[in-house]
């Protein structure tokens, strides 16, 4: 019986590296990739029977990633997977018009292989149309010339504050929280209530940034930039 294929697609070496050896430890056929374009290549090429992306990245966030293949008519049955840290409502308002569902990290080892086979089995899920809002259409803004410089600078901010500060600190809380379930080796009461202290503060930092990116790329959207 041939495996079944996945493509992940995070331009975290250290996540890549964690998340290929659990599906591959649980049956799966993976091919991973930190670069987006290449990854929409390898959809195209692969068909394969699950996409898992990261929320963040620097050159291309996930829903861009998978907006563009969505866009590919050979892939429409395929269900697309957000991974994320942490997934407030209103990004999983945005992202279920892209995404078939979610998985947080940090991920169960024992449990992971079962859920992404459960999220096969599922399929695709009719929750959105590609390209709407419910709110309505947002009227673009015209961008004079000075302005321009403004709107790069405010890209860059959003790419930094969306991969520069969130990469470190999901590796940070996913750490944490695999010594806090004990997968190393036992604590003591005290060493877990420390633990629980810096995954809470990581969580509600993780918040603070989800905030600031969303309003950015808000703004970035209502004057039509898109990144050169």
């Known amino acids: 019986?041939?495996?079944?294929?996945?493509?992940?697609?995070?331009?975290?070496?250290?996540e890549r590296e964690i998340v290929c050896r659990m599906l591959e430890g649980g049956g799966f056929a993976v091919v991973s990739t930190g670069k987006p374009d290449e990854g929409i290549e390898i959809a195209r090429r692969m068909k394969p029977d699950l996409i898992l992306i990261d929320l963040h990245m620097?050159?291309?966030?996930?829903?861009?990633i998978a907006r563009h293949i969505r866009g590919i008519s050979q892939l429409n049955s395929v269900p697309i997977i957000a991974f994320s840290a942490s997934i407030n409502e209103e990004e999983k308002?945005?992202?279920?018009?892209?995404?078939?569902?979610?998985v947080e990290k940090p991920?169960?080892?024992?449990?992971?292989?079962?859920?992404i086979l459960e999220l096969i089995r599922a399929g695709r899920q009719e929750s959105g149309a590609l390209g709407e809002e419910s709110g309505g259409?947002?009227?673009?803004?015209?961008?004079?010339?000075?302005?321009?410089?403004?709107l790069q600078t405010m890209e860059r901010i959003r790419a930094s504050m969306s991969h520069d500060l969130r990469t470190p600190l999901t590796v940070m809380i996913s750490y944490a929280?695999?010594?806090?379930?004990?997968?190393?080796?036992?604590?003591?009461?005290?060493?877990?209530?420390?633990?629980?202290?810096?995954?809470?503060?990581?969580?509600?930092?993780?918040?603070?940034?989800?905030?600031?990116?969303?309003?950015?790329?808000e703004t970035l959207?209502?004057?039509?930039y898109e990144p050169k």
């Open 1 to 14: 019986m041939d495996k079944q294929k996945i493509l992940y697609i995070d331009d975290s070496a250290v």
């Open 58 to 64: 620097p050159e291309m966030d996930g829903c861009a």
């Open 93 to 102: 308002k945005e992202a279920l018009i892209y995404f078939d569902g979610f």
């Open 107 to 115: 991920v169960d080892i024992d449990l992971f292989p079962d859920q």
């Open 137 to 150: 259409e947002i009227d673009e803004i015209a961008v004079a010339e000075g302005e321009e410089e403004l």
């Open 177 to 217: 929280s695999t010594v806090g379930r004990e997968k190393a080796g036992g604590l003591t009461p005290r060493q877990k209530e420390m633990l629980e202290v810096v995954i809470d503060q990581g969580f509600q930092m993780d918040s603070l940034i989800s905030e600031l990116v969303k309003l950015a790329r």
């Open 221 to 224: 959207d209502r004057y039509g």
